[in-house]
């Protein structure tokens, strides 16, 4: 049984990095965003047969170009996409390094199942080979939703806790509360906590059937977008001179929709995240909303209008630019609101930024930010 520390300190982010359709690494986001490029392009037929010919993908990602050859013969794209996230946050500076792996270092990466592409290869192997038996047994780990988050144990010698919450577009609020949690029960030392989702063409058919295109009077769905997001967040120690805080979690909030509507129980979340960090909507600076499809989408954006509405917060939103990334949105989204904070301090500094998001599968949530 664990027991919540109590008194603990509200756990801060230290770093975050992206692998991101703007390129590999915390500047290449940044900079895509403060330019407001899309990031949208046509896709070849190395792509696949596809429902749609567009998509917003990493640039030119190979994974054995970009992680090298020795460990990533069978690495499948989002693990690849992990794996490089991870990477590019610990090599930012020698401090991300040293805190965030080794004892004590936790990983928490949120999905919706992993790999659909490598569930699909796999189980397609198992019918078209010579016996069912027949399939490459290196390639069954990709087929686990948390191969990615062991790879990148693995990769980066990562000893704490090591997770993988599935939870569509609401995954990556799901695996910040996660590392609140394992910070406060003193389970983990420090947490590297993200989100992931690939390109992919099963992806892409899953997501035409899903019953996510837009009806009458609704926005046409953005097009798929893939990445990955990565935060370092770690409990706030103000003796440590060293330690950069960017952004303290004030609270996370996660609620469920019981009647089909998602407004009111993301209102109902954002009003109870409120409560719990002891702050008014006049406080708030930014928000960020997931942006998803359809009539959830809608619903999202008249909750945040119905709280923050007379506040009239800057609306950092990036699906419109970097597509729909599904499981890594609300990663990305937080990452949009550090960059936002570094970009204009004098307007963010000592305010709020608020993190909304709603899937299709009746979770939503949200995360107030403390910007510094």
């Known amino acids: ?53 567009a998509g917003h993908v990493v640039p030119g990602f190979s994974v054995r170009e970009v992680l090298g050859k020795k460990g990533t013969r069978s690495m499948d794209r989002v693990t690849g996409l992990a794996v490089a996230a991870a990477g590019a946050l610990l090599d930012d500076s020698p401090r991300n390094r040293a805190v965030g792996t080794g004892e004590g270092a936790a990983f928490a990466l949120g999905t919706t199942t992993g790999s659909a592409q490598s569930m699909m290869d796999f189980t397609r192997d198992s019918f078209t080979g010579e016996q069912p038996f027949f399939v490459d047994p290196a390639r069954f780990p990709n087929t686990v939703m948390n191969c990615a988050a062991g790879q990148s144990a693995i990769w980066f010698r990562l000893k704490g806790p090591n997770a993988t919450i599935a939870g569509g577009r609401t995954a990556g609020l799901h695996a910040l509360n996660y590392s609140r949690r394992l910070l406060g029960a003193g389970r983990a030392r420090t947490v590297l906590c993200g989100a992931a989702e690939e390109f992919s063409q099963a992806r892409a058919w899953l997501e035409h059937h ?18 990955c997001a990565m935060l370092l967040v770690e409990p706030h120690t103000p003796e440590d001179a060293d330690q950069p805080v960017l952004a303290e979690v004030l609270a996370v909030e996660l609620g469920v929709v019981l009647d089909g509507d998602p407004g009111p129980a993301l209102v109902a979340c954002l ?50 630019l970097i597509g729909d990334t599904g499981a890594a949105a609300a990663a990305f989204q937080a990452a949009a609101l550090l960059s936002y904070a570094e970009d204009r301090p004098a307007e963010a500094a000592g305010r709020i930024g608020v993190i909304t998001s709603v899937d299709r599968t009746g979770t939503v949530g949200c995360a107030l930010l403390g910007l510094r």
């Open 210 to 227: 899903s019953g996510d295109q837009p009806a009458d009077g609704t926005p046409a769905a953005p097009a798929l977008g893939e990445g």
């Open 1 to 53: 049984m664990t027991t919540l520390t109590t008194g603990t300190p509200r756990p801060v982010i230290t770093a975050w990095s992206a692998v991101s359709p703007y390129g590999i690494g915390r500047a290449a986001f940044a900079d895509g965003l403060r330019e407001r490029r899309t990031t949208v392009t046509e896709l070849g037929p190395e792509h696949g047969t596809l429902p749609g010919g």
């Open 271 to 320: 009003r109870a995240a409120l409560r719990r960090a002891g702050v008014a909507p006049s406080e708030v600076a930014a928000v960020a909303r997931s942006g998803a499809p359809g009539r959830e989408g809608l619903r999202e954006a008249d909750a945040v209008h119905e709280v923050f509405g007379a506040v009239g917060p800057a609306d950092l939103t990036p699906t419109g």
